[in-house]
């Protein structure tokens, strides 16, 4: 079993970078697909990023590509999502969750979920 645990939210202003970091208690943390999903007022819940259990494969949402990085560190028990460029339409609430088996696109596959950050960013 995994808990999960994100920080790095706040208010930015359009073009700023944040980062978000996931902790994650638990020993089997390497054995886990990291993702990155975001939910905006009114919306549905949408894959942001994911990375493999080892780190050597990352996978983005296109209109993420080039802007958002993931990465872990499983020394550490740790995801993070560098953002870069931010826009306005970025704001949500971003959620880290873990996937044991699946498709890493699809929310409901995942198995853990944090309690989510809130991500503002002002035009």
């Known amino acids: 079993q995994l808990q999960l645990v994100e920080s790095g939210g706040g208010l930015v202003q359009a073009g700023d970078s944040l980062r978000l970091s996931c902790a994650a208690s638990g020993r089997t943390f390497s054995t886990y697909f990291m993702g990155w999903f975001r939910q905006a007022p009114g919306k549905e819940r949408e894959f942001v990023a994911a990375i493999s259990w080892m780190g050597d494969s990352s996978y983005y949402a296109d209109s993420m590509k080039g802007r958002f990085t993931i990465s872990r560190d499983n020394a550490k028990n740790t995801v993070v999502l560098q953002m870069n460029s931010l826009k306005p339409e970025d704001t949500a609430v971003y959620y880290c969750?873990?996937?044991?088996?699946?498709?890493?696109?699809?929310?409901?596959?995942?198995?853990?979920w944090g309690q989510g950050t809130q991500v503002t960013v002002s035009s």
């Open positions: 969750a873990a996937l044991k088996s699946g498709n890493y696109y699809h929310a409901n596959d995942y198995d853990y």
